[in-house]
């Protein structure tokens, strides 16, 4: 199995796989990490295990000294303030600098160096995901804030707020409800559909637009993702998630004379999008 510092060299982990990893290294459960992240058990063992987890690894404990020479090298070689992310699978990780440092910005700031998120108030954290919720039309996922320059880290939210579900929370919004399909996503008609995407292309393509219902049956059974009654259409969304069924549907609706629009993301995220029936 790879030590922590060849997996530090060698491999490069999604956002997913960043707050995963984190949470492991802070020591939560299992059942606290599929709270917070939409995954599998397999998938948490998966990065236990690419992480080498071992008691030999994780009791080795660094003096501050240590931790600081650590983030002061990582500056002078890369040119930037590192990032939790960026210590993660480290000689010196993550774990072992929350053992001798209260949070991580506490490091940062003992090494004399700027932190990014330091002059945000709870207060400006908040409004932050307010504002990301009136331009994007959807309530922020933990992935929409790792790694980007627009908006403070993730991982502050965690740090300020105990999770990022309790800062969803504290902001006035309804976190994403992680089903194990999809992040179901209350629209601004006050009902829940089962994809971030179905709720924005309710609150952007047909509330106050269409007279429409949800989950369509028909004859076989099949759920269609809206009916059009009065313009008697069926639309599908296509997230990519399941191209067989999609195919299969759109197959079924040309055999049966059923009026079909089928849309992907990728169209429907597009700035120049417009439903055209």
């Known amino acids: 199995m790879k030590s922590l510092e060849k997996l530090a060299q060698h491999n490069k982990f999604t956002p997913k796989g960043q707050q995963i990893v984190l949470l492991l290294l802070a020591g939560k459960t299992y059942g606290e990490i599929l709270k917070e992240v939409s995954c599998s058990k397999s998938t948490i063992s998966y990065y236990t295990k690419k992480l080498n987890l071992d008691r030999k690894v994780l009791e080795k404990t660094y003096s501050k000294e240590e931790c600081k020479q650590a983030i002061l090298d990582f500056y002078q070689e890369v040119g930037k303030v590192p990032s939790k992310e960026d210590f993660i699978g480290n000689k010196i990780n993550y774990y072992h600098i929350l053992k001798v440092f209260p949070s991580w910005n506490s490091l940062i700031e003992y090494c004399q160096l700027p932190t990014k998120n330091k002059s945000y108030s709870n207060e400006k954290l908040l409004v932050l995901l307010q504002d990301f919720t009136k331009i994007e039309q959807r309530v922020p996922q933990f992935r929409d804030f790792v790694n980007n320059p627009q908006y403070p880290s993730s991982t502050v939210y965690q740090d300020r707020f105990g999770s990022w579900n309790a800062a969803i929370e504290a902001a006035g919004l309804i976190p ?86 089928v849309f992907t993301k990728r169209e429907i995220y597009n700035k120049d999008f417009a439903l055209v029936v």
Do not use: M
């Open 176 to 261: 994403n409800i992680n089903d194990g399909l999809g992040h179901r996503t209350i629209a601004k008609d006050g009902n829940l559909y089962r994809s971030q995407l179905e709720a924005y292309f309710v609150n952007n393509f047909l509330l106050d637009k269409y007279d429409f219902e949800y989950e369509k049956p028909y004859g076989n059974g099949w759920l269609f993702d809206f009916f059009l009654p009065e313009e008697d259409i069926y639309i599908e969304i296509d997230g990519g998630l399941r191209p067989q069924r999609i195919e299969e549907k759109i197959k079924f609706c040309k055999n049966n004379n059923i009026k079909l629009l």
